[in-house]
């Protein structure tokens, strides 16, 4: 039997479509990677997912698994070369089970975060990975892409969020660690192997997750701060004052909030333009009264220190959501603005007043007129170090030009300071080059291994990684 005729028997023919328009499978989020599959199949269980995986080991079909694709690093396209097969998860969509007493809720990978976060609420627990992606992006995505978000501060990645996984193996076997379990010594630690392996080892095909309880309250504050460096000493009195309460700590640059205010004129903003601004996300056990008393305080505190020039406290959900939509609205305000160079990196939270201020003068000099856009998780050390080209400038053809050459600027800068070129976003194929040549050789070594041994016929998404 040929290939689409066993894909066809195992899912029902109208899950595999191998026609028509396949833009939303096909073409990656940030439109930079198009490519064309073999044909889109569409599982609706593990036992079919492992059929399929065996169907293509048999036909040496390579498979790319898709959740929600809103991966940003062109690992959930295709290639161009029309031989892949794109395994869509959406339709494995639910939520298998919920251990209240546990803490912990099993999904299939396939499921919404949004929808895996609604179903946590409706129990009074909460699931806290959260993203601007979350109405879209899958469990499964975001366990293969080891997801951070805006709650990493407290809570952790998405690596730190799952007990246990059930994976199809690259010969189409079922690996059920589908445990709850909070302590497990017994071996290699599979499930770490696959969490952030971006569908190079295996497939995804469920997950035990970890809950906590929902907060009483929560509160959120934006303060002006003068420079990285004050917004650092202020996280710092934050997490002393607040403690494990603290669960988000972002920074907006100026020019960034600037970019905003150009294209979302509608967007209130609390406070006047200024150098930086810090979004403080506060949850409380006890009550609102609580969370708003701790909050004030500390932000009296930091006024009295002379750290925050100014702040405003959001009074209600309303104000609060307004002040995240702020944060959210600074890629979007980016893509208006123009193409632009995207960087997602990591370093040392001591370390980041001094890369940024280094970094930004190397561009300037090599580079004049380009414009830094820096934002990003700053309680997690990770930055999203963007370049805009210079203004009159033809963006699509200063990219074409300058984009590696800035590229390289930056991560060397990044690699001086300790840091790392990818902090939550992944490898796929857009920073695939830069894996082989920043990590170290003997790093590379033991990741083929494990992709040979795991993965023998190298037909898990395929040029992605390394
Ligand atoms: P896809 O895009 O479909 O796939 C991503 C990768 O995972 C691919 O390599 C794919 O092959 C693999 N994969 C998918 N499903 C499976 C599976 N079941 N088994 C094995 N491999 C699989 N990321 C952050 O970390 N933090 C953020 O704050 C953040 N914000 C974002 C905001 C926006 C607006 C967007 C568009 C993206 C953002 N991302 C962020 C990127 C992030 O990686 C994704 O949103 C999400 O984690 C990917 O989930 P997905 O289901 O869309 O995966
Ligand atoms: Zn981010």
Known sequence: MSWLAEVRAIVGAANVIDGGDLAAYELDWR??????????????????????????????????????????????????????????????????????????????????LQAVQEAAAAQDLLFPLSLAAEGSCTLGGNLATNAGGTQVLRYGNARELCLGLEVVSAAGEIWNGLTGLRKDNTGYDLRHL?????????????????????????????????????????????????????????????????????????????????????????????????????????????????????????TSVEQSKAMWHLRESIPMAQSIEGPNIKHDIALPISAIGAFVTSTDAALLRSFPGVRPVNFGHLGDGNLHYNVQPPIGADAAAYLGEHEH??????????????????????????????????????????????????????????????
């Open 194 to 314: 696959f969490i952030g392996s971006e569908g190079t080892l295996g497939v995804i095909t469920g997950a035990t997750l970890k809950l906590y309880p929902q907060p009483a309250a929560g509160g959120t504050a934006l303060a002006a701060v003068a420079s990285l460096d004050v917004a650092i000493a202020l996280l710092q009195l934050a997490q002393a004052r607040l403690g494990a309460s603290l669960t988000g700590f972002e920074v907006m640059g100026g020019y960034a909030l600037g970019l905003v205010r150009r294209h979302f004129p509608q967007l209130a903003q609390p406070l006047p333009p200024g150098e930086w601004t810090v979004l403080l996300e506060q949850s409380d056990s006890e009550s609102a009264e609580h969370a708003h008393a701790l909050f004030e305080a500390l932000l009296e505190t930091a006024l009295e220190r002379g750290l925050i020039a100014d702040a405003a406290v959001a």
């Open 405 to 466: 050459a800035v590229n390289t600027l930056v991560f060397d800068a990044v690699a001086e300071f300790g840091g790392s070129f990818s902090a939550e976003h992944g490898i796929g194929a857009l920073k695939r080059d830069e894996l082989a040549q920043r990590k170290s050789p003997v790093a590379l070594s033991l990741m083929r291994s494990i992709k040979h041994a795991l993965d023998p016929l190298g037909l898990m998404n395929p040029g992605r990684m390394l």
């Open 31 to 112: 439109k930079r990677f198009r490519g064309r599959a073999l044909a889109v199949v569409r599982p609706a269980s593990t036992e079919e997912v492992a059929a399929v995986v065996r169907a293509c080991a048999t036909h040496r079909v390579p498979i790319v698994a898709q959740g929600g694709n809103t991966g940003l690093v062109g690992a959930s396209v295709p290639d161009a070369s029309g031989t892949q097969a794109l395994l869509s998860l959406t339709r494995m969509n639910r939520v298998r089970a919920i251990d209240a007493a546990n803490l912990t809720m099993t999904v299939d990978a396939g499921c919404v």
